[in-house]
């Protein structure tokens, strides 16, 4: 801006003086008194030394010899001078200098505006700024205020949606969802905790009644050995749900090692048919099985579940009743349907019998025919860890 403004001034002055120059009369003296009378210092050159001035108390600048104009200072005076032909003298020209002192002090005021504008500027700038900032970052404020809330104690917390801006929308909402998933994590570990103590408790209560009713009284050899078969009874129990426990547990998370082979589905199930079917026979119970196809797989796996879930139809049928199994397959998976006649399973029930530890009758836990609960969920994940899944449907007494 300064350079600009200096430059016009500079134009103006220089048209101010060359306006000087047309009424001269060519005689030194003559110019030199008009020039005197509008305020204007002269210095009159001839082979580059000066011959005429009409002001004394002002030395001439050196560096107007070869320069065409100069701006100099003098006693707290500024003057710019211009350089002109001068037609009569031998190579002489005429050197005009004005008071440009007024430019000066403009100048000097024209800087304070600017300076104090660029002081004004940069506090209000910081002032604006800090302001946007907070109000910035004050969602986020809130967004932290929410999350300090949330403990193991408390996981039910969710963030508002409409209570913040659209832009936190999608971090809003995969927050909410991590708390959902932590919760619902958080709620099924405490459940687990709660029923594997219930679980394990029973055994141990059982083995402990056992041995202090037997060193009540001193007993015949045969009767202690009656007592240490009941209590091994009650430790393999407890040994196989513990053993069932780290199975589904690993199975869950995709800890086990499978060692995968091209399985004919018929030729897994046929072994497991023919050791149920002792036990089917007790209750006058027939298998069935239909169909045949391949899978890629581990077999002890497959085996396990489809064993457990045969286990379980088997346990809840009909007497003189038929469990079948039919293989299918698709173009892109195949399914093994297992069949029984036998107890109505409640419909209340059907959306948790995969759980841990999940019975319809709970008044039949530790019953010499029923398990820990943990068949199904072992033969869900061993199907999900086959990239499967394992489904329920019951109607009427058709399982």
Not at 96 to 125: C, G, P, Q, R, Y
Not at 317 to 345: L, M, Q, Y
Not at 361 to 390: E, F, Q, Y
Request: net charge negative; aromatic share 8%; hydrophobic share 40%.
């Amino acid at each position: 801006i300064q350079n600009a403004i200096k430059s016009h001034f500079n134009e103006q002055d220089y048209s101010h003086l060359e306006t000087k120059l047309r009424p001269l009369t060519g005689t030194i003296e003559q110019d030199l008194d008009l020039f005197n009378s509008l305020d204007i210092s002269a210095w009159i050159l001839n082979n580059r030394q000066v011959v005429k001035t009409n002001n004394e108390t002002i030395d001439f600048p050196p560096e107007l010899i070869g320069d065409s104009s100069f701006e100099w200072s003098v006693d707290n005076k500024h003057y710019q001078a211009f350089k002109f032909d001068y037609p009569d003298t031998e190579g002489g020209a005429i050197v005009l200098a004005m008071d440009v002192t007024h430019h000066k002090l403009f100048f000097d005021k024209l800087n304070t505006i600017l300076l104090w504008t660029l002081v004004l500027t940069v506090i209000l700038s910081g002032a604006y700024a800090l302001i946007i900032v907070r109000n910035g970052l004050l969602p986020l404020k809130t967004l932290k205020g929410y999350i300090e809330r949330v403990n193991t104690s408390n996981l039910s917390i969710r963030i508002p949606s409409n209570s913040l801006p659209n832009e936190l929308s999608s971090l809003i909402i995969s927050q909410n969802e991590m708390l959902d998933r932590l919760q619902e994590g958080f709620l099924r570990l405490s459940e687990f905790s709660s029923d594997i103590a219930h679980e394990l408790r029973t055994p141990l209560n059982n083995i402990m009644t056992q041995t202090q009713v037997a060193l009540s009284l001193e007993r015949s050899i045969e009767e202690y050995q009656d007592i240490l078969v009941s209590n091994i009874e009650e430790l393999e129990r407890f040994n196989k749900t513990i053993s069932d426990t780290l199975y589904l547990a690993k199975s869950e998370n995709r800890l086990l090692h499978k060692h995968e082979a091209e399985l004919e589905l018929s030729e897994v199930i046929v072994p497991l048919l023919e050791y149920y079917e002792v036990l089917a026979e007790e209750k006058n119970v027939r298998f069935t099985l239909d169909g045949s196809s391949t899978q890629l797989g581990d077999r002890d796996m497959l085996q396990r579940a489809f064993g457990n879930v045969l286990s379980n139809a088997l346990r809840h049928c009909f007497h003189n009743t038929d469990i079948s199994v039919v293989i299918s397959e698709s173009e892109t998976s195949n399914k093994v349907t297992i069949s029984n006649v036998g107890e109505p399973i409640p419909l209340s029930s059907l959306p948790y019998i995969f759980e841990r530890f999940y019975r319809s009758d709970k008044s039949r836990v530790h019953n010499g025919s029923i398990g820990a609960g943990l068949g199904l969920p072992i033969a869900k994940a061993i199907m999900k860890a086959h990239h499967g899944d394992i489904l329920v449907n019951a109607k009427d007494e058709r399982t």
